[in-house]
């Protein structure tokens, strides 16, 4: 009440106020000196704390169903500003009351796809696509792409995040930046920083050290920052060492801006982050969506002097420096038509590249368009094209395999289809009645996994091979549950069972697809089938990309941008992350939370331990466990073979020139990853057994073609941050330089004196 009586007194004293210098780009600091507190506030609290302040925008009068908006302030020319979900593709409103058209978006593949990619130039592309969406539907900042380090398997949030190396994730967001903002929209990289679970979220406490945020937590931001700008960045809802993400001055002023040279603007994630005061302090500029409350938290904290003008003024120069480059100020018209079409060949291109061809024995894949194939697993018929969350995006279609296996030629096993035909209306019906009533953020209702005993006998006669899909579909809010999403239930290890007993017994092979948006236990399974395609959720072509690789119009070239370990009690993080609660409430994100201050009763709830350090995926796996893995971090398979021959490590201007020849010495064109690793001394500080410090992705090779991948180092890419003297240090001494095809593999290596 006391806030709206604020804000009409705000409102009402605007026409006096009119007299006001209109924004521009080179008379920012102008227009602060014209603003009034009310304005600075309400500019810097999103478009929530607007409700009662007729105009001055709302996400409803911006774009429906974007997240939110920063306030316009009308007299000084200050346009309203839109910023909507990402990172899989634009998440807004599909449909709009009373108009005829539709709104949908290009529903691309999963950030931990496109790392599978290795592929930087083709992520680009899938950004330039992406980024201009955002433009021809009014939006000006996409929040994404997410970053976060793949830390444990179960988090609920990982298919929105590239990769448990921070080299990896780090050069893939870069590349998404570049691509989104060349259209002359904003990226928001998010969540800033160590927001590496779901449960909790709003108050766990993240316990790291100074290395290990440094080197894991904080690099994945600071090389895709430092390379790509991104106009914004989004804190994380989580404390970390006590204090707030979002309110968390060392890191977000003398780290962010002081060492990195950021320049851009800083927002919270949705009601993140405790005191509206600390966070502006502390350089968080926005806080999104806003409420009333907080504009009346941050009014007065500067009246009270708690807030110094002089930071608050910091923040509402950095956000009018973020609106004077968004396309609504630039005077922007969106079509609100942008080219579908054309951005679905490109989320085809990225799937196709993503795609990790994991097991192939005795050449089962690929199996000719000309085969009858067994289609098993509800999911060929249900495909996933993304995660559930704010990460999802309301695509026009997906492709499912059924669909993709008949486009390319494929003939089904009448007898199977029949009877999933049949099945899945069932089920539909069934999820129908669960799905309609449930948030948004809560695990969808799929069908139950069947094992049709007698279809599978009949199959295995009739059809030339069998394919089975496995899926997994989770998001924002939650952290996987153990039992029922990382491990395969009953039903599907006995389908899995059954199929390849009754196939093998007929001579005949069997195909395992992931449709997963995590890891999902493969050891227990893997030796019944005879190949392993990880798919991850391949956006809304997800049938088509899979089809074209199971027939060999593709060549498989994704890699794994993390290690799978032969069991979850391997995972470094095994011990400090939370592993069942499937008998708890579904809302786990605010679990116990305590409002303004962590408190640290409960270990993986209240509060995480990250005690392996650096040792984060193959960084431990390499050094301490090198039997732990089943598939190492860099591993793919491809239906050709390369070798690899000539490594050269030459000094250059900043670091070092790697180059590698590869020659396609198969019978199919393909593409191959090299993946530069260094081996550092490690005399006087502690470090793993070897580092990913670069990799490149080679273009299609045809049979016997040879081509030179160059691949860059920089010299400061070696340094480890040295927490005695809290700074970034180079060991002297001999460095193995290793370019190989994974974190196991051994290599051709050269040593290098530094
Ligand atoms: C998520 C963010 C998202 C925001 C706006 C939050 O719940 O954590 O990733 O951008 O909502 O929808």
Not at 272 to 288: L, P, T
Not at 393 to 404: A, F, I, S, T
Not at 517 to 528: A, F, H, P, R
Not at 587 to 594: A, D
């Amino acid at each position: 009440m006391l806030t709206s009586i604020i804000l009409s007194a705000v409102l009402a004293a605007t026409p006096v106020l009119s007299e006001g210098p209109v924004l521009r780009e080179d008379n920012i600091k102008e227009v602060i000196s014209a603003m009034t507190l009310e304005e600075k506030c309400i500019l810097l609290v999103g478009g929530n704390a607007a409700k009662a302040f007729d105009g001055i925008g709302n996400s409803e009068k911006g774009v429906p169903g974007a997240a939110g908006t920063v306030n316009g302030i009308p007299r000084l020319g200050i346009p309203q500003i839109v910023l909507a979900d990402g990172p899989a593709g634009l998440r807004i409103s599909p449909e709009r009351e009373g108009d005829e058209r539709t709104f949908y978006c290009t529903g691309f593949p999963i950030a931990t796809l496109l790392s599978s990619t290795w592929n930087t130039d083709l992520v680009e592309k899938v950004g330039q696509a992406m980024g201009n969406e955002v433009l021809e539907y009014g939006v000006d900042v996409i929040l994404g792409p997410g970053a976060n380090i793949h830390r444990n398997p179960l988090c609920g949030r990982n298919f929105e995040y590239y990769s448990e190396d921070p080299l990896l994730s780090g050069e893939t967001a870069a590349a998404m930046i570049k691509g989104i903002q060349s259209n002359g929209v904003g990226t928001s990289i998010k969540h800033f920083f160590a927001n590496n679970q779901e449960l909790n979220r709003l108050a766990n406490d993240a316990i790291v050290s100074e290395r290990a945020l440094r080197e894991i937590y904080l690099k994945n931001f600071e090389i895709a920052i430092r390379k790509a700008a991104p106009w914004t960045i989004m804190t994380s809802y989580n404390y970390v060492n006590g204090i707030h993400a979002a309110e968390n001055r060392r890191v977000l002023t003398d780290i962010l801006r002081g060492e990195w040279g950021f320049e851009g603007a800083v927002m919270s994630d949705w009601g993140g982050g405790y005191h509206a005061d600390g966070m502006v302090r502390a350089g968080n500029d926005m806080i999104q969506p806003g409420s009333e409350s907080r504009y009346k938290a941050l009014l007065a904290s500067v009246k009270d002097g708690s807030l110094s003008m002089e930071d608050l003024d910091n923040s509402v120069e950095r956000v009018l420096k973020l609106i004077v480059k968004s396309p609504k100020f630039r005077g922007y018209v969106p079509s609100e038509a942008p080219d579908l079409k054309a951005h679905a060949a490109v989320c085809r291109d990225a799937a196709d590249e993503g795609v990790i061809l994991l097991k192939n024995e005795m050449a089962a894949l690929p199996l000719g368009a000309d085969k009858k194939v067994a289609l098993f697993g509800v999911t060929s018929y249900d495909f996933i094209a993304g995660g559930t969350g704010s990460g999802d995006v309301h695509r026009p279609y997906v492709v499912d395999l059924k669909e993709g296996l008949a486009n390319a030629g494929y003939a089904l096993d009448e007898g199977v289809d029949a009877f999933y035909a049949e099945y899945m209306a069932q089920e539909e019906e069934r999820c129908k009645r669960i799905n309609g009533s449930s948030p948004w953020f809560i695990d969808r209702e799929r069908a139950i996994e069947v094992v049709p005993v007698e279809v599978i006998e009949n199959s295995a006669v009739s059809a030339d091979a069998a394919f089975i899909t496995i899926g997994r579909v989770f998001g924002e809010g939650k952290d996987r549950d153990y039992y029922h999403s990382y491990l395969l239930s009953e039903n599907e290890l006995e389908l899995i069972e059954r199929v390849s007993k009754a196939f093998h017994a007929k001579g005949k092979k069997v195909t395992v697809i992931l449709n997963i948006g995590g890891l999902v236990e493969m050891t227990s399974w893997i030796d019944k089938a005879d190949a392993v395609l990880l798919c991850w959720q391949s956006g809304e072509e997800g049938g088509n990309t899979v089809a074209s690789i199971l027939s060999g119009e593709v060549n498989p070239s994704g890699h794994l941008p993390m290690t799978v370990s032969l069991s979850y009690d391997r995972e470094p993080s095994a011990a400090n992350f939370p592993k069942i609660f499937a008998d708890k409430p579904f809302n786990y994100s605010f679990y116990r939370q305590v409002k303004g201050h962590p408190h640290h009763t409960v270990k993986d709830i209240d509060y995480t331990l990250y005690d392996e350090g650096i040792y984060v995926g193959y960084r431990h796996f390499c050094t301490f466990d090198k039997k732990g893995v089943l598939f190492p971090f860099g591993y793919g398979l491809s239906y050709t073979s390369f070798l690899w021959k000539g490594l050269k490590v030459e000094k250059a201007e900043g670091g070092w020139n790697v180059s590698v020849t590869v020659r396609n010495t198969g019978k199919v064109s393909g593409k191959d990853v090299v993946q530069v690793y260094v081996h550092a001394p490690g005399k006087t500080l502690d470090k793993p057994e070897r580092e990913l410090r670069g990799f490149g992705k080679t273009p299609l090779l045809a049979p016997g073609e040879e081509y030179t991948q160059e691949i860059f180092i920089p010299e400061n890419s070696l340094a480890s941050f040295d927490e005695r003297v809290s700074e970034w240090v180079t060991e002297p001494g001999r460095y193995t330089f290793i370019a190989a095809r994974n974190a196991s593999d051994r290599g051709l290596k050269k040593k290098v004196k530094i």
